[in-house]
């Protein structure tokens, strides 16, 4: 089974600041590699899928980032909205997700 | 619009059965492979099960294999998760989710809770 690891747990962040989440798998996995953002009491909201492409609605301020086994979520810049749990999830064999990453307000 | 309604969840014995069911609109249903993923409290997320749109193919997490059976009715524009032998630590959030494109999975139910406690 793949596994999914990502980093920070949680961060500590203010408004307007630039936030990067990383995310690495046990093997390669190519480009397949979806983030999603979930807020409490929430479903998760796909953010972005293979890896780089955005999805239709998402704010330009968020981007991906890497391929094979490196990956990377960034905020370009903290908006109050994006206070919220993210995860990064591999779809190349079955799927695994990341343990998520908490942003939280500094 | 995409709709993916779930319902079924609810408080049940260690052992005792319950069957998820959720209700899709807003897409050809028949053409896309389905799945169940589920959200302990305050914990993440683990995929828990997978159907192809025909429901030829089907795959399960090992903590659920032999215990969980899933299955579709296109006909009836439906998913449904059967849940044999509960354990405490199945409690989650249950999630009816599409697997689009290169199966991704890009539109998510509201999630039905079900609890198992003596």
């Known amino acids: 089974d793949i596994q999914m690891t990502q980093s920070p747990s949680t961060l500590s962040a203010s408004v307007g600041d630039r936030v990067t989440i990383t995310c690495r798998a046990s093997q390669s996995i190519?480009?397949?590699?979806?983030?999603?953002?979930q807020k409490p009491g929430k479903a998760p909201n796909l953010l972005i899928y293979k890896a780089s492409s955005l999805e239709s609605g998402v704010p330009s301020r968020f981007s991906g980032s890497g391929s094979g086994t490196e990956f990377t979520l960034t905020i370009s810049s903290l908006q109050p909205d994006d206070f919220a749990t993210y995860y990064c999830q591999q779809y190349n064999s079955r799927w695994?997700?990341?343990?998520?990453t908490k942003v939280e307000i500094k | 619009e995409v709709q993916l309604v779930e319902s079924g969840g609810g408080l049940v014995q260690p052992g005792e059965s319950l069957r998820l069911s959720c209700a899709a609109s807003g897409f050809?249903?028949?053409i896309y492979s389905m799945d169940w993923v589920r959200q302990a409290p305050g914990?993440?997320?683990e995929w828990v099960s997978y159907i192809s749109s025909s429901g030829t193919t089907i795959y399960y997490a090992d903590s659920v294999k032999?215990?969980?059976t899933i299955s579709r009715d296109n006909a009836k524009n439906s998913l449904y998760l059967q849940?044999?032998?509960?354990?405490?630590e199945d409690?989650?959030?249950?999630?009816?989710?599409r697997a689009g494109t290169n199966l991704l999975l890009d539109y998510w139910g509201q999630g039905t809770l079900?609890?198992?406690s003596s």
């Open chain 1, 30 to 37: 190519s480009s397949w590699l979806a983030w999603y953002q």
């Open chain 1, 96 to 100: 695994t997700f990341g343990q998520g």
């Open chain 2, 28 to 30: 050809t249903f028949s």
């Open chain 2, 43 to 45: 914990k993440g997320l």
């Open chain 2, 66 to 68: 032999g215990r969980f």
């Open chain 2, 83 to 88: 849940m044999n032998s509960l354990r405490v």
């Open chain 2, 91 to 97: 409690t989650a959030v249950y999630y009816c989710v």
């Open chain 2, 114 to 116: 079900v609890t198992v």
